[in-house]
């Protein structure tokens, strides 16, 4: 091999990329470069890149070591939405030029090996989005960080449509070696289920309590580096790989039992699966427990060993020098299983242990709706961690004896704010436990965090108003600007440099162009070569015409009931029937959809075929389709959006106001340059202080005009119904089959849940009806703006100049100032 990139100097960078890559080619696959595959391609290059991030994580490390100052950031997250690496990778390690000139030489483009490798599975939407964005800010920005989760086998689901229904197939991503994982089996650890927790006495005359006759299962750590653009440190996403501890029964497999030979190695590797498994029934639900317990446990046990090393064996200062971040409720678990290593491993006592872990885990909440808050039935955990419950127990009596003396013995708050919900079933509330054990609860998105303050966690901000604070998302510009729309980065760094890279602010000093029309038709252009890359994705995937020169209208995110793509797809039947009655539009509209709903919602899935039926309806229709198109994308990952956002003229973010947290895919649209037509629901309302009003098109009930509507009793859907002709006739074209005459019954519960409540708390839980008409309204404004091309381009500018603020980089920077109290590299 040739010489550490790291005494290599600019210069010589062609040189090692050159021997690196026929290196690999020759010794990592032995193939020749001249009979080699293009996979085969991929994978030395890939090897190449990963060469020059090892020596980075060599360097790091020795950082982490040395630098014992510096707080650790510890981000655990249930999903971690990388997309693909290698252009990422290339982009973030300044050696771009360098390999497109390498692949010339084999008649080969950057883009065309890009596209070889899978989207890693490790994630489904937001969430996992946001988790990845973070990282990249971390590393960029030179903070020292861990990111940790579950090593899925299969992610949530490859999306296919069949007859216009989704249809889940396993997302085999890992199927031909994934180039940028590095196991690291030596640092395996072992995370225990079931069992009894047993009391007894110490040497010292103490209580103390140990765990035993647990089922054992082995946490193997792959390590995915994650670089920072233009960054000398690199950043770990360290995948859990379950394994059982004996894989193979030797006897059973003599004795003819070969199932029961490999029982426990299936067991055990159930764990890894799949992200979220349907949790509708028992066994779902007790997977869906154990994959949590699974990957929080060998995460702290990790973060334990690792600051071990640091500090030889104290940790009395884990919390000065660690710091857990909880992305959700989904790795609460790290609460009680901190405080059970503290106790029962290293010796603590409950107040010192406490004291730790208080001001160690940090917690952002990401739903404002009581019904998302994560609950466990007591049954379930207290047989699965019973060690655990009887910690959970003991935190909660000591918790509401603060609430009694603090409120007077307050029955009403000690019922609400009590770890344990009371019923027909006893249940473990994971945000009570979050928001108890927590120094730092943060919302984000500023709306979200005052409805946290006000409802959702209103007893809890009460008793510590000093723990609540917000950082409004933010995503991470070198992925969703710089990588994805080439000629819109291209335009910006030709006119104000490149500094936007690295401080999103500086897209502000764009507004000098807003009315220079050769910059603006600059801008056009750049939005048509995104467009017109988007209707050649889709021609090769559904084989479906559309015409770049349409207003390409789009929503893409999780299909969700308060997500509202039902809204969305009601409006486009109105307009259907209007070009039907020979109201013709004055702007040709493609609506583009696109989203997974979790494999046991019936109703998202039902929306998804309403969707699919409505554009086999207008597509085939030989007047409305000059018209109107609408396209449903199928399997929507971070690599289809790279594609789909860029070429956006309007993003749809239409939640029923007081639902959504933040969102971030609005986010991804603004820097791109799309107008928004929303609701004042989540970052929409920061969006709409930073762009101005002329500049968004907003519609639709307030936060608080719902929330009066629903405690009053007052909305009333079936008298919309009634008096409204537009809903009434696109209502009960649904109802009646019209889409799909060969089953007419099929859309009846969409019907009867707008209508009638059915299998819902009330008759149109997210004010879909209510919003129709003005959501019409604000789609008549849009066709009139675009009909004035240059102030269209101007609006768009105006968006892209103003995005600054929803970068993940100053979010971070907000974590950092506010709650991690860390400092850079």
Avoid at 112 to 119: F, H, P, Q, T
Avoid at 178 to 198: C, I, L, M, Q
Avoid at 370 to 381: G, M, V
Wanted: a negative charge; proline letters at 3%.
């Amino acid at each position: 091999m040739s010489k550490s990139i790291s005494k290599v100097n600019s210069n010589n960078k062609k040189d090692f990329v050159e021997n690196q890559f026929e290196y690999h080619l020759k010794h990592t696959l032995a193939e020749t470069p001249e009979y080699s595959s293009i996979m085969q391609k991929f994978f030395a290059l890939s090897n190449t890149v990963r060469d020059i991030i090892a020596e980075r994580w060599l360097q790091t490390e020795e950082k982490i070591l040395k630098r014992r100052e510096l707080r650790i950031v510890n981000y655990l997250s249930m999903e971690f939405l990388i997309g693909r690496l290698l252009y990422n990778n290339i982009l973030n390690l300044q050696v771009e030029d360098e390999i497109k000139e390498l692949l010339s030489r084999y008649d080969l483009t950057l883009d065309e090996i890009a596209l070889l490798e899978e989207d890693a599975a490790l994630g489904n939407g937001g969430l996992g989005r946001l988790a990845a964005c973070f990282l990249d800010s971390l590393a960029t920005l030179g903070y020292l960080s861990y990111g940790y989760t579950i090593r899925y086998q299969y992610g949530l689901f490859k999306q296919e449509i069949e007859n216009g229904f989704q249809r889940e197939v396993p997302d085999d991503w890992m199927k031909n070696g994934y180039p940028w994982e590095f196991p690291k089996p030596e640092e395996s650890v072992k995370v225990k289920f079931f069992g009894r927790s047993e009391a007894y006495t110490d040497e010292k005359g103490r209580l103390r309590f140990r765990w035993v006759d647990t089922y054992d299962v082995l946490a193997v750590p792959y390590d995915i580096y994650v670089t920072g653009y233009d960054s000398d440190i690199v950043l770990v996403l360290r995948l859990w790989q379950p394994k059982a501890l004996n894989e193979f029964n030797f006897a059973e497999f003599e004795k003819g039992n070969y199932e029961k030979a490999v029982y426990e190695k299936n067991l055990a590797e159930t764990l890894c699966k799949v992200l979220y498994p349907n949790d509708a029934f028992f066994q779902g639900r007790e997977l869906r427990l154990k994959q949590e317990y699974f990957f929080v446990s060998a995460a702290i046990q990790d973060i334990i060993r690792r600051h071990k090393r640091r500090y030889r064996n104290d940790l009395y200062n884990l919390s000065s020098a660690e710091v857990i971040q909880l992305n959700d409720t989904h790795p609460t678990l790290a609460i009680p299983e901190l405080m059970r290593i503290l106790l029962d491993e290293e010796g603590y006592t409950w107040e010192e242990a406490w004291e730790i872990v208080k001001n160690t885990i940090a917690y952002t909440n990401h739903t404002v709706m009581p019904e998302a808050l994560e609950k466990w039935e007591a049954p379930l955990f207290q047989n699965m961690l019973p060690r655990h419950y009887q910690i959970i127990e003991e935190i909660n009596a000591r918790f509401l004896n603060e609430v009694a003396y603090k409120f007077d013995g307050d029955l009403h708050k000690i019922i609400n704010m009590s770890v344990f919900e009371e019923g027909n079933i006893k249940k473990l509330r994971m945000a009570n436990l979050c928001s108890i054990a927590s120094f730092s609860i943060n919302g984000v998105s500023e709306l979200h965090t005052e409805i946290l303050k006000k409802t959702v966690l209103k007893d809890f901000y009460e008793m510590y108003p000093e723990k609540f604070n917000n950082k409004t998302n933010g995503v991470t510009q070198r992925r969703w600007l710089l990588e994805c729309n080439p000629p819109l980065a291209k335009l910006i760094k030709e006119s104000i440099g490149d500094g936007w890279i690295t401080d999103l602010y500086e897209l502000k000093k764009l507004e000098i162009f807003q009315d220079d029309p050769e910059f603006l038709e600059k801008l056009d252009k750049a939005k048509m070569w995104n467009k017109e890359r988007l209707a050649k994705y889709v021609k090769e995937k559904l084989d479906i015409v559309i015409d770049p020169n349409t207003l390409f209208d789009i929503q893409v995110k999780r299909i969700h009931e308060y997500k509202r793509q039902l809204l969305n797809i009601l409006h486009v039947i109105h307009l259907y029937n209007e070009i039907r009655a020979g109201k013709h539009l004055k702007v040709p509209r493609t609506f583009i959809f696109a989203g997974k709903s979790a494999p046991g919602y019936r109703m998202a899935k039902l929306i998804i075929k309403l969707i699919n039926s409505v554009a086999n309806v207008v597509n085939n229709d030989p007047i409305v389709s000059k018209e109107l198109k609408v396209v449903f994308i199928p399997n929507y990952n971070v690599s289809a959006a790279q594609i789909i956002i860029p070429a956006a003229n309007i993003s749809e973010q239409i939640s029923t106001a007081g639902t959504e947290a933040s969102g971030t895919g609005n986010m991804k649209f603004m820097i791109n340059g799309a107008l928004t037509i929303g609701t004042l629901d989540g970052a929409n309302v920061e969006m709409l202080e930073e762009v101005g009003e002329d500049n968004i098109l907003i519609f639709g009930l307030k936060a608080e005009e719902i929330e009066e509507a629903k405690r009053k009793g007052k909305y009333n859907p079936f008298g919309i119904y009634l008096e409204n002709e537009k809903i009434r006739k696109v209502l009960d074209m649904v109802r009646t089959g019209y889409f799909t005459p060969e089953t007419p019954e099929l859309f009846e519960d969409i019907f009867e849940t707008l209508i009638y409540g059915k299998h819902a708390p009330m008759p149109d839980q997210y004010f879909v009806l209510a919003d129709f008409d003005a959501y019409a309204q604000a789609h008549k404004k849009i066709e009139e703006l675009f009909l004035n091309k240059q102030e269209w381009n101007r609006k768009s500018l105006l968006n892209i100049a103003r995005s600054g603020k929803f970068s993940s980089d100053r979010t971070i920077e907000e974590y950092v100032r506010d709650i991690w109290k860390t400092q850079k590299v």
